[in-house]
């Protein structure tokens, strides 16, 4: 078992930008893929970005592509979300996971370890 602390949400006017982190224990997470997921209220939670062992990221959410960008940090455990020109329909609670299969292509119900999640609130 894993741990992931999220951080970086908070409240930002749209147009703005967030960085959000993600720390992650054990010595293993150089071979994770990992992933951002975000849950809007009332909505399901949404798979919006992976990244694999190697590196190679994809985005699941088409609104999302072009604005954010996964990327990760094997010598500090890291994965972060840079998200930019943020858009209102963004605000959600953004959770950081884990798929610990090892140097696997990213599966959505394969990510079993997760994270407290951030709270992301854009403005109008």
């Known amino acids: 078992q894993v741990q992931l602390v999220e951080s970086g949400g908070g409240l930002v006017q749209a147009g703005g930008s967030l960085r959000l982190s993600c720390a992650v224990s054990?010595?293993?997470?150089?071979?994770?893929?990992m992933g951002w997921f975000r849950q809007a209220p009332g909505k399901e939670r949404e798979f919006v970005a992976a990244i694999k062992w190697s590196g190679v990221h994809t985005y699941n959410v088409d609104s999302v592509k072009g604005r954010f960008t996964i990327s990760r940090d094997d010598a500090t455990n890291t994965v972060l979300l840079q998200m930019n020109s943020l858009k209102p329909d963004d605000t959600a609670v953004y959770y950081c996971?884990?798929?610990?299969?090892?140097?696997?292509?990213?599966?959505?119900?394969?990510?079993?370890?997760w994270g407290q999640g951030t709270q992301v609130t854009v403005s109008s």
């Open positions: 996971a884990a798929d610990r299969r090892y140097m696997s292509w990213p599966i959505r119900r394969e990510f079993n370890d």
């Open positions: 054990g010595r293993a997470f150089r071979n994770y893929a």
